[in-house]
């Protein structure tokens, strides 16, 4: 069965991306988000991502792009998303930190599908698709 997934790209007014640092497994930074459960929709999900990781509404602007990893049964949806209301904060145990990055400064513990969501959304791309037959074809999408 294949997995779908939905996340966010918040920018500041300075054009930083916000990051969370998850609170389990690896600990690894990306953008907010999550899987899509069952009977509900992408939008849903992804509001419901954004509360329950970092206590904000959001408004969902365009899709930024979809994300295949056959390999992994697994589909990524990455939206530009704004804040509605709130002040972003980490909500444990899920998520441990919350910050914004400007793209000079992004942590080395991003991992290498988060990146490329990550600089599609710095580079405010538009329903761009890609699909990684392996991890070798996700390292080779970054610039």
Request: aromatic share 8%; proline share 6%.
């Amino acid at each position: 069965m294949v997995s779908l997934g939905v996340f966010a790209s918040i920018f500041d007014e300075k054009n930083r991306i916000l990051l969370v640092r998850q609170g389990y497994g690896s600990r690894r930074w990306t953008t907010p988000g999550g899987r899509v459960e069952p009977g509900e929709s992408p939008l849903e999900a992804l509001k419901r991502e954004a509360i329950e990781e970092i206590a904000c509404d959001v408004s969902i602007s365009y899709l930024i792009g979809v994300y295949a990893r056959p390999y992994r049964d697994d589909v990524l949806l990455s939206f530009a998303v704004t804040l509605v209301r709130g002040n972003p904060r980490a909500c444990p145990p899920e998520i441990s930190e919350v910050r914004y990055f400007s793209r000079e400064e992004l942590p080395s513990e991003l991992a290498l599908n988060s990146r490329v969501r990550v600089e599609d959304g710095f580079e405010k791309c538009r329903g761009v698709v890609r699909v990684f037959e392996n991890s070798t074809a996700l390292a080779a999408a970054l610039p």
